[in-house]
């Protein structure tokens, strides 16, 4: 794997313990029956969605293998990286009070880091074909 590619996954690595964060938060919200989780659907739903990302460290070690230039390789390690890094905040962050009830615009947040993921993926496929 090469240097820019471990240090890609590296970077996404060190959002793990956010991650866990968030899992201990939910824990938290369910055993202590802590109101506006349990009660506010729209929070639960986005709250559950915010810890779905982390897989994405898999494609890094793709990304070497890819017939594409370095310039695109760097590209492709930037929009798959973007989804972990930005999707939890924007899931959490869009409901971070107990009474929001809608989202606010931070959820935009897992617009910009889903439509990464997919430029990216689909980029890194094309090359591995």
């Known amino acids: 794997m090469s240097s820019s590619s471990l240090s890609t996954a590296g970077v996404l690595l060190i959002t793990v313990p956010a991650v866990a ?15 506006g989780y349990l009660d506010n659907p729209t929070r639960r739903s986005l709250w559950r969605a ?28 930037v929009l798959i990286a973007a989804a972990p890094i930005l999707m939890p905040p924007g899931f959490f962050l869009s409901v971070a009070r107990p009474r929001d009830t809608k989202p606010n615009g931070l959820l935009w947040l897992t617009v910009a880091g889903g439509a990464g993921l997919g430029v990216g993926a689909l980029t890194l496929g094309v090359g591995l074909l």
């Open 21 to 35: 964060f968030g899992g201990m938060s939910l824990l938290a919200h369910l055993t202590r029956n802590i109101p």
């Open 50 to 77: 915010g810890h779905a990302h982390a897989g994405v460290l898999v494609a890094m070690l793709y990304v070497d293998q890819a017939d594409l230039s370095d310039g695109m390789r760097t590209l492709v390690r």
